[in-house]
Every structure is written in C-alpha cells, then in structure tokens.
C-alpha cells in the first residue's frame, strides 16, 4: 500500500547514530527488552517489538527517498554483523578439531558438506520444504545447470542490493533465485545460507506468503512448484525452457507428462495422470475424467487417528499402505455430493474411485493431518508407518501389465514434519538422503542421523523417488 504519513512522520537520519549496536534482527524492545520481531520507529528510531498492526507493505518513499536509505542502511548492518559472526565461527573451526563438520565413514574420515537454511522468521515451512528439494538429485541437478541471469545493470551490477517493495515484479525471477539457493547448499563453504533474496521473489509474486506468519508447508510446495513451472514455460533469456529440457538427456519425452500446455522439469519429475472415475448407481453410466497429478493428499483413515506413537499398543498400526488404499478404494458420494448424470439428465447417487494412470519419477505423498472442526483447524497427530525402501506403487496403477517389474518401485528421499499442535503455529524439520547418508535439517542446523530415527519421525510430506536400478529390497 502506499502511505500518505511519510512526508511528515520520517524524520530520521538514514544512517542515524541513535540506532542500537548490533545486527538489527537481533535489537531489543525499548520497553520490554525483547527481540522477539523488532522494529524501529522512522519519526524517533525507537525499537519496538511485535506484528505491525496492518501487516500490510509501504511501496512508497518520501521525496528524498529516505525510507529506501534506512533500508540500505540496516541492511549494511546486517550484512556486517552476520559477515562477523561468520568470519568468528570459520576461525573457531579451524582452531578446534572440526568434529562437527568430520564423520566417520566406512573407517575414513570425511566432511559434511550439507549447509543449513537460516529462519528468516518463521520461514521453516520454506526451510524443509527447499532442502527436501535440493536433495532429489534430478530436480536439483536441473535448476543448478542452468546459466546464471543477471536481473540487474548499471552501477549496481554484480553487487548485492537491498530489495525493496517498491520495485516492479519484471525485478525478479523465481528460477533464477531458487537455482542460487540450490547452488548455495551441499557446497561445504559455509554452515548456513540465508535466502533472503528467494523469500523477497516469494513475497512479490505470492501474496498469501507475506509476513512472518508460520505457513503450511505443503502449500507452499505446492504454490513454488506451480510458479516454478509457469515461469520456465514462459522462456529464458530468450530460449524455451521446454527446448532446455528437451536437450536434457536425462529427462525424454516419455518422463513428460502435462496435460495442458508446455512440459517443464516440474512436470517432467513431479508429474503423473489421475484417473477419476465416477458411476452412476441409477444407469450405470461411466463418467471419466483426467487430471494431472504432482503430488497425492491422503487422509489418515478416522479409525486409527488414537494410535499417536510408534510403540502405541491400542490397535493395529497405522501404515502408508492404509492410507493410499483408502485414497483408491470404492467410495459411494454422499447426499451433498450428488452426481450430475448427463444420461438421467439430473443430480444421482454415485460412487467414485481414483486409479493412477501414470506414476511420476518423483511421489510426493501428503498426509492430511490438519483438518477443520466446527471453530477450529485440529492436527492428526497419529504416527504413519512408511517405508524407506521398495515402496510398490503397481496395485494402485490402472493398467499395471503394462509397468516393468522396477517402474512402480520407489524409495524414500525426503520427510517433511510438522512438530507442534496446529497448523499456524509450531514448526517444521526436513529429513533427507544424501550419497547414502541420512541428514537432519532443522533450519540453520544440519546433523547426520540414521534410518532408525528416520522411520520414527511422524511424517508430513513424503518425496519417493523412482527406483532405476534392480535391488533385493523388500517391497511394501
């Protein structure tokens, strides 16, 4: 929005000696000392803490441009402050034995490579889901390949720059910040990366993510996934993107699958065929529909949703096979969902079956564990078996004679949880493979951990990826 009180409420010196020592997300509250979500009044540059009152983003500037100068200006104190502190623990660990950053494998010892996510503010809802990303090998291969673009020119070229609101959306690229952040990890050069500059495109282009509000992570994979594919069906730098992928060997025409317009690397990796079936149980009339399928939503079935730990001993276990069948098993509409038969020209009972026409390389399975009630949005907490390995896929697909033995196998990648009781609050962790080993990512924090603790973990998002190679594994 644009605010009519700048002119008369800044007053302050862009770089005014009044402001607290230290990196600003790290001031205290005048009154209270907290700093927790401080903020500096423009008119006296008094720290405050809490939410704005309107949440909502000033695009303006007074004349002199002096709002954009404090944002430069708090920026530079960031950068100095957090280039400090990197430059203090980089030291640190070269004068200690480096036995966070050393593993013992197969008797050798190697470095851990992986880097963390710095929380932004409640960001790790995009923290697990972009480090369960970076590690499916194919999609993060894809985006870490492309040619680096420069949105920027003139004197600011090749320097990092303060973003503001005020810039138009032609400033920013989506791609072009998510393929930095991906280049960013796995490199060992640092122990967390910021994504200041992915989370800035985020704000700019989904609205529903401004603030520092906590978010559901499975929607914001799937809005980044959506607008990942809309911007690489768009062009760049003057080539398709659909022309890169075609020239990617590795992704052929038969790994594509977009029912309507271009194929992209997110179609080609996330994308599969649902098949809806509906039948009206007056005429027997068959009504079948198509649609594209990136990612599976399953309910957790309502007679298990007790059983909150693994070690439970009331009941059966809850598995995943449980709940992918009671996605696909026969199930009759009820009044509110009456069919509209073209045959019987009117609204008829009906049943509904979901079949799998088409697996994607990369299954991504999303439990349902917030759900509505009459006032409130309530966590299944039930704990789901899942397998790490040889997930079969092939009693789900509607023509399984047609799969080879190994096409309907996939093993675990990466787990997404959710810790805490509601969806607008607690927080969120990543577990992921990575060269055969299993890594812990808890925002800025990354430690090696073991499939035990793996398959313990109550999971969120589950990313399977296709088997390609034949194995002895045992199947689900």
């Known amino acids: 929005m644009e605010c009519p009180h700048l002119g008369s409420s800044v007053c302050i010196a862009p770089d005014s000696a009044k402001f607290p020592q230290g990196s600003p997300s790290s001031w205290c509250c005048s009154v209270c000392r907290s700093n927790k979500s401080p903020w500096v009044c423009l008119t006296c540059s008094s720290v405050h803490c809490g939410s704005y009152r309107c949440d909502d983003f000033v695009v303006n500037d007074t004349k002199l441009g002096l709002v954009q100068k404090v944002r430069e200006h708090l920026q530079?104190?960031?950068?100095?402050?957090?280039?400090?502190?990197?430059?203090?623990?980089?030291?640190?660990?070269?004068?200690?034995?480096?036995?966070?950053?050393?593993?013992?494998?197969?008797g050798s010892t190697t470095a851990l490579c992986a880097t963390g996510l710095r929380n932004l503010g409640n960001t790790c809802f995009m923290n697990a889901i972009?480090?369960?990303?970076?590690?499916?090998?194919?999609?993060?291969?894809?985006?870490?390949?492309?040619?680096?673009?420069?949105?920027?020119?003139?004197?600011?070229?090749?320097?990092?720059?303060?973003?503001?609101?005020?810039?138009?959306?032609?400033?920013?690229?989506?791609?072009?910040?998510?393929?930095?952040?991906?280049?960013?990890?796995?490199?060992?050069?640092?122990?967390?990366?910021?994504?200041?500059?992915?989370?800035?495109?985020?704000?700019?282009?989904?609205?529903?993510?401004?603030?520092?509000?906590?978010?559901?992570?499975?929607?914001?994979?799937?809005?980044?996934?959506?607008?990942?594919?809309?911007?690489?069906?768009?062009?760049?730098?003057?080539?398709?993107?659909?022309?890169?992928?075609?020239?990617?060997?590795?992704?052929?025409?038969?790994?594509?699958?977009?029912?309507?317009?271009?194929?992209?690397?997110?179609?080609?990796?996330?994308?599969?065929?649902?098949?809806?079936?509906?039948?009206?149980?007056?005429?027997?009339?068959?009504?079948?529909?198509?649609?594209?399928?990136?990612?599976?939503?399953?309910?957790?079935?309502?007679?298990?949703?007790?059983?909150?730990?693994?070690?439970?001993?009331?009941?059966?276990?809850?598995?995943?096979?449980?709940?992918?069948?009671?996605?696909?098993?026969?199930?009759?509409?009820?009044?509110?969902?009456?069919?509209?038969?073209?045959?019987?020209?009117?609204?008829?009972?009906?049943?509904?079956?979901?079949?799998?026409?088409?697996?994607?390389?990369?299954?991504?399975?999303?439990?349902?564990?917030?759900?509505?009630?009459?006032?409130?949005?309530?966590k299944v907490d039930t704990y789901v078996e899942f397998p790490l390995r040889g997930l079969d896929m092939k009693c789900y697909l509607l023509e399984p004679e047609n799969s080879g033995p190994e096409s309907c196998l996939y093993d675990l990648a990466a787990v997404v949880v959710h810790h805490g009781s509601g969806v607008g609050s607690g927080h969120y962790t990543a577990y992921a493979a990575h060269e055969g080993r299993w890594f812990h990512f808890n925002d800025s924090t990354v430690t090696l951990t073991d499939e035990e603790t793996v398959v313990k973990a109550k999971a969120y998002i589950l990313f399977y990826v296709e088997r390609q190679a034949k194995s002895g594994s045992d199947k689900l």
């Open 130 to 378: 972009l480090q369960s990303l970076s590690n499916i090998q194919q999609f993060c291969c894809y985006f870490k390949e492309l040619p680096a673009v420069e949105l920027r020119n003139g004197k600011t070229a090749g320097r990092r720059t303060y973003h503001t609101r005020s810039q138009g959306d032609n400033n920013v690229s989506l791609v072009e910040e998510f393929r930095k952040t991906l280049c960013a990890l796995w490199q060992g050069s640092q122990t967390a990366f910021s994504p200041e500059s992915l989370f800035y495109v985020v704000w700019k282009i989904m609205p529903n993510f401004r603030g520092y509000q906590q978010q559901d992570a499975h929607e914001f994979m799937r809005y980044l996934l959506d607008h990942l594919h809309l911007e690489l069906q768009g062009g760049f730098n003057g080539v398709s993107r659909s022309v890169i992928l075609q020239e990617n060997s590795s992704l052929t025409a038969s790994s594509k699958c977009c029912i309507n317009g271009a194929s992209t690397v997110v179609t080609a990796i996330f994308g599969g065929i649902l098949q809806n079936e509906v039948n009206c149980l007056i005429c027997r009339k068959t009504n079948l529909k198509f649609d594209p399928l990136r990612y599976l939503s399953l309910d957790i079935p309502s007679q298990f949703r007790n059983k909150r730990t693994k070690n439970q001993e009331n009941g059966p276990m809850c598995t995943l096979r449980d709940c992918l069948r009671s996605f696909t098993d026969l199930e009759e509409l009820d009044e509110t969902e009456l069919y509209m038969c073209h045959k019987c020209k009117k609204k008829q009972k009906s049943t509904k079956k979901f079949w799998i026409q088409k697996l994607p390389k990369v299954l991504c399975l999303h439990l349902k564990r917030f759900h509505w009630t009459a006032y409130l949005r309530n």
């Open 76 to 106: 530079n104190l960031e950068n100095s402050a957090f280039t400090s502190d990197r430059h203090r623990k980089r030291k640190l660990l070269e004068n200690s034995s480096l036995n966070s950053k050393l593993l013992k494998v197969n």
